[in-house]
């Protein structure tokens, strides 16, 4: 996500409307495929079966998420002039933080959850 924020910021920038949804469709097409591949490989089995749940979830939901990204953002581009373009991009990044910030509080809870369950057994 940090790399997504600042290639945002820098694109912005760039002043070529074009060029800079180009590039940021990119990394929204390479985050879909690292979530993909993630899945595919099963780099979500991990603890306990709750864990694993919630990570399997989290790369489907992340693939799917970069994916409608995509999607918007291409249209988008078509639609909007630079300025409302920029400002859609900039709502876009802060709810990817958001999703980001309540994976890693759930995370958190799943794994707290655990560390009690297996101190108190």
């Given at each position: ?78 639609l ?10 900039v ?31």
């Amino acid at each position: 996500l940090a790399f997504w924020t600042a290639v945002t910021f820098a694109a912005a920038r760039v002043g070529d409307l074009h060029g800079w949804t180009a590039a940021l469709a990119l990394v929204f097409a390479l985050g879909g495929a690292t979530e993909v591949y993630n899945d595919l490989t099963e780099q979500w089995r991990v603890g306990s079966s709750a864990f694993s749940a919630a990570l399997h979830r989290d790369h489907q939901l992340g693939a799917l998420a970069a994916i409608a990204a995509l999607i918007t953002l291409v249209v988008a581009s078509r639609l909007l002039s630079p300025a409302p373009l920029l400002g859609l991009v900039v709502l876009m990044v802060a709810t990817d933080w958001v999703r980001l910030l309540m994976m890693i509080a759930r995370h958190q809870r799943l794994l707290r959850a655990e560390i009690l369950h297996t101190h108190n057994t």
